[in-house]
């Protein structure tokens, strides 16, 4: 899409926001001009919108709704510390810390969540079989959000 007057330097701005402050989502909006900068992952997508275009504006979602919906009321599940990252395994290419149908003991470290840069164990707070893992390597997640289901 053209524009008359884009500014790049805005944009790199606003970027650098982004990274200096650890936000996914940064808006600019003069009424006449709606610049919307998110992260998904690592790279920062840049994306400009016509401010009469409010419904270009909505965000892929992740996952369905009506299964995270259901899986939050489930007396197992483990639900999110934090917003962060979620991440399966302790590093690229390594084996996941756990697998649907695994057997975990209390404490035993279910995933890693990234805030602030920090990874941060989840840890189980019970023993039981996983019966459902909720959430992928590498998608963010929000606080109460229920990452897996332990039986």
Known sequence: MATKNFDSDLVRSLAELLDQTNLTEIEYDTGSLRIRVARQGMPVAVHHMPAAA????AAPVAQPAAASDDAAGHPGAVTSPMVG???L???PGAAKFIEVGATVSE?????LIEAMK?????RAPRGGKVTR???TDGQPVEFGEPLVIIE
């Open 54 to 57: 409010p419904a270009l504006a």
């Open 89 to 91: 395994s302790p590093e």
């Open 85 to 87: 990252v979620s991440y």
């Open 118 to 122: 920090t990874f941060n164990p989840i």
């Open 107 to 111: 404490g035993q470290t279910l995933m």
């Open 133 to 135: 893992i909720l959430v």
